[in-house]
Structure formats: C-alpha cells, structure tokens
C-alpha cells in the first residue's frame, strides 16, 4: 500500500535547502511526487509532496529524519498525512 505525506518547511533561504530535504526523503525510501518552493523577502516556503511503500518507512520515521534535517538548516519542517492536510485546507 502506498502512503502519501504533505512536507511543509517554512526558514531563512539558503542555498541548497531544497536539495537537503529532497536528499533525506530519498535516504528514508521515499519519493517526491511534486514540490513547490517560493522565496520572498529572504524566506524560503516548500510543499513537497511524498509518497512511499509500507514496510520501506513510516510516517514516524520520515517525519523525525525530516525534523532532525530541518533543525540542522535552520527550517521549521512539519510532515502530515494527505488526509489530515486536506482536510485542514478545505474551503
């Protein structure tokens, strides 16, 4: 079964920040499906969406490697499942 998570980071930009998040969703077996990045008076803003099989990690886990990478680039990264995003973000 496959499990899609919304990732949403929100920081200072920098260099390379999108390709050290991208780089730790491919270090837990994950994939990104799509990403849309935005720099506006020097704040970096992504949502990335990631999709991967169960039995390669789990929410827990991605969401931890992704915190911990967040907190080393200066990023305030947060990992929600698709349904729960939708859900928050209805009109």
Known sequence: MR????VTALGPDNHG??????TTVAEQNANVDDVSQ???NG????IMFVSF??????IAELKDALEATGERIG???HVQH???FKFMHRI
Not at 53 to 58: I, K
């Open 38 to 40: 935005t720099v506006s």
């Open 82 to 84: 698709e349904n729960i």
């Open 17 to 22: 920040l999108l390709a050290q998040v991208a």
């Open 43 to 46: 704040m970096f803003t992504m």
């Open 53 to 58: 099989d169960q039995g390669e990690t789990t």
């Open 75 to 77: 990023l305030q990264i």
């Open 3 to 6: 499990t899609t998570v919304i």
